[in-house]
Every structure is written in C-alpha cells, then in structure tokens.
C-alpha cells in the first residue's frame, strides 16, 4: 500500500531525483553549450556533436539511476505520456531543469565574460532560422528539422530504456543518438531539441534569439510527443517498465504484464501445493541387496536416514 504524502513536502526520493536534474541539466548547458560558446572556432561543429553526446553519457551513467537522466522536457513529456512517471513528477523536473538551464547559462555567462574579445550579445549558443541560420533555414524547415531531430533522440530513449532509469548500455545509445543529431542539426538551427537548453542561453543572448526562442520550445515537444505515440504502436503493449527508485512513492510507476487468466483459474482449483516427501536413498549394490533380481535382502532393512 502506498505511504501518503504530505502535499507540502517533498518525499526524499523526490528530492534526491529533483536535485539529480537540476544538478544535470546545469552541467549539460554550461559544458555541452560551452563548447559552442568557448571554443567553437577550435573544435567545429563535428567537436561541439561529441561535446553534447559526451556530456549526456557521462551524466546518463552518473545520474540514470537516480532520476533518468532526463535533464530535458521533452524527453519529460514522453516519459508523461509513455504513463511511467506521475503529472506530478514531470511538473518537477520541468521546473528543476528549466532552472538548472538558467544557472548554467548565467554560469557560463560569467565565465564567458571573463575571456578577452568574446561576444555573447545575440548569440551565446543560442539556437536559431533565418539569418541566424549557418545555411539560412526558413521558418518551417527549423520547425521541420527540429521537429524530426527531437523524434529520434526521444524514440531511441523510450526503446532503449523501457523505463525509467538509465542502466546498462544505454547511455551509449543516447550519447551517440544526441551526438549524431547534434552533426546534423548544427548547420540547420544550432540543435536545440531541447527547449530548456534553447531557453537559457537565449535569456542572456537577448535580442533575435530570444525573439526566436519560441520555435524551439514548441517543435522539440511536438517531436517528443510523436515519438511516444510511435513507440506505443511498435512496442507490446503491457511491457515491464521499471522504475529508477522502487521507494519513490507518488512519483514513478511501473507496468506489469497482466496475468495470465487460465493460470490463475488453475491455481484456485490446485489449491496449496503438498511438498513431496523426500525419496528413500538407494541401497548399496551387490550380492544381498534388495533389487528387481536379487529378491529380499538378507538382513532386516536400516531405517531411513541412517
């Protein structure tokens, strides 16, 4: 039976997988968007791919187990839709990552500040169509390419978990899906599919990419939520879903294959098993042993278990 949970205060479980995203998604926007913001003229858009995909699996592996990894609402929302974690949880992390992106944009903000030259005003990482496009992408391209980004990174993350914690092998499949979208997606709009990371640094860019800023909040949910729906027609329905912390009441839940309807009438009928008693140990063989051949033995028969 679940615990009851004062509405006023958040169960420790909750706050452990509340803090792992705020903590998380602080750190994916102050490294992975700090290598666009800080050496981008060194690494080129293919090191800025592998600093997005290698800060996400290296935080996949060091907070997957605690909250998910999420660090990105729509990857959230999916999680929502999917029914493996409550209204009430994805409202959480939506607030702890939307403001671990602002700390870790203002973060970066100052680091950014402190190196000779660099500019941050109307750029700053921030995503963006049009002129501030690399290949000067219009309106609904950004929205189409974000759109199908954001559904790759969500459906690879709903099939290769099955729930909610990050374990195994699957921080690698993210790492690489989020690097690959990242190659593809630099060109075309700088990559949100992640509309707290698109948020932050656009809060301090100001300007157009701030008054952009609202095509990457609404495309990469779009694609998430496109990405549930596929993933529920391809997937049985009624797979085990498991959940990243087994005590963490009101927060995740987890699916169960339904019994099977046959078996369960069969056990009622059964009723409680009967243990078997335990078989006689054989007797040593040879002449006077008892046997198919040998008839009776010729000495009175030890007791069992002697």
Same mark, same amino acid.
């Given at each position: 039976m679940d615990a009851k949970l004062d509405p006023m205060k958040l169960d420790p479980v909750e706050t452990r997988t509340v803090a792992a995203e705020f903590i998380g998604t602080l750190l994916l926007v102050f490294f992975a968007v700090g290598s666009a913001v800080l050496a981008a003229d060194y690494i080129g858009a293919l090191g800025i791919a592998l600093a997005f995909g290698f800060?996400? =699996? +290296?935080?996949?592996?060091? =907070?997957? *187990? @605690?909250?998910?990894?999420?660090?990105? *609402?729509? @990857? /959230?929302?999916?999680?929502? #839709?999917?029914? %493996?974690?409550? #209204? %009430? /949880? +994805? $409202?959480?992390?939506? $607030?702890?990552? $939307? @403001?671990g992106a602002i700390i870790g944009a203002a973060l970066l903000l100052l680091l950014a500040k402190q190196v000779p030259g660099l500019s941050t005003d109307g750029t700053f990482g921030s995503n963006g169509f049009g002129d501030r496009s690399a290949v000067h992408l219009n309106t609904g391209g950004a929205f189409l390419a974000e759109v199908v980004l954001t559904f790759l990174l969500v459906f690879v993350w709903l099939a290769v978990t099955h729930k909610v914690a990050v374990v195994g092998f699957g921080p690698l499949a993210l790492g690489f899906t989020l690097a690959l979208v990242h190659l593809i997606g630099v060109p075309l709009t700088g990559a949100s599919v992640n509309p707290a990371r698109s948020l932050g640094p656009a809060l301090f860019a100001g300007g157009d990419a701030f008054s952009q800023v609202w095509l990457f909040l609404v495309a990469p949910l779009i694609g998430a939520a496109l990405a549930a729906f596929v993933h529920q027609i391809v997937q049985p329905h009624g797979a085990p879903v498991l959940i990243a912390d087994e005590r963490a009441v009101g927060g995740h839940r987890a699916y169960e294959l339904p019994p099977d309807p046959a078996e369960t009438e069969a056990g009622r009928h059964e009723g409680p098993t009967r243990r078997r008693p335990p078989e006689p140990p054989a007797g040593p063989a040879g002449p006077g042993a008892g046997g198919p051949k040998g008839g009776p033995s010729d000495g009175p028969t030890p007791p069992i278990g002697l």
């Amino acid at each position: 039976m679940d615990a009851k949970l004062d509405p006023m205060k958040l169960d420790p479980v909750e706050t452990r997988t509340v803090a792992a995203e705020f903590i998380g998604t602080l750190l994916l926007v102050f490294f992975a968007v700090g290598s666009a913001v800080l050496a981008a003229d060194y690494i080129g858009a293919l090191g800025i791919a592998l600093a997005f995909g290698f800060t996400l =699996l +290296a935080l996949a592996y060091a =907070l997957g *187990p @605690v909250s998910g990894s999420h660090l990105n *609402p729509a @990857v /959230t929302l999916a999680m929502l #839709l999917q029914g %493996r974690i409550t #209204l %009430r /949880t +994805a $409202i959480e992390y939506w $607030i702890a990552q $939307i @403001v671990g992106a602002i700390i870790g944009a203002a973060l970066l903000l100052l680091l950014a500040k402190q190196v000779p030259g660099l500019s941050t005003d109307g750029t700053f990482g921030s995503n963006g169509f049009g002129d501030r496009s690399a290949v000067h992408l219009n309106t609904g391209g950004a929205f189409l390419a974000e759109v199908v980004l954001t559904f790759l990174l969500v459906f690879v993350w709903l099939a290769v978990t099955h729930k909610v914690a990050v374990v195994g092998f699957g921080p690698l499949a993210l790492g690489f899906t989020l690097a690959l979208v990242h190659l593809i997606g630099v060109p075309l709009t700088g990559a949100s599919v992640n509309p707290a990371r698109s948020l932050g640094p656009a809060l301090f860019a100001g300007g157009d990419a701030f008054s952009q800023v609202w095509l990457f909040l609404v495309a990469p949910l779009i694609g998430a939520a496109l990405a549930a729906f596929v993933h529920q027609i391809v997937q049985p329905h009624g797979a085990p879903v498991l959940i990243a912390d087994e005590r963490a009441v009101g927060g995740h839940r987890a699916y169960e294959l339904p019994p099977d309807p046959a078996e369960t009438e069969a056990g009622r009928h059964e009723g409680p098993t009967r243990r078997r008693p335990p078989e006689p140990p054989a007797g040593p063989a040879g002449p006077g042993a008892g046997g198919p051949k040998g008839g009776p033995s010729d000495g009175p028969t030890p007791p069992i278990g002697l």
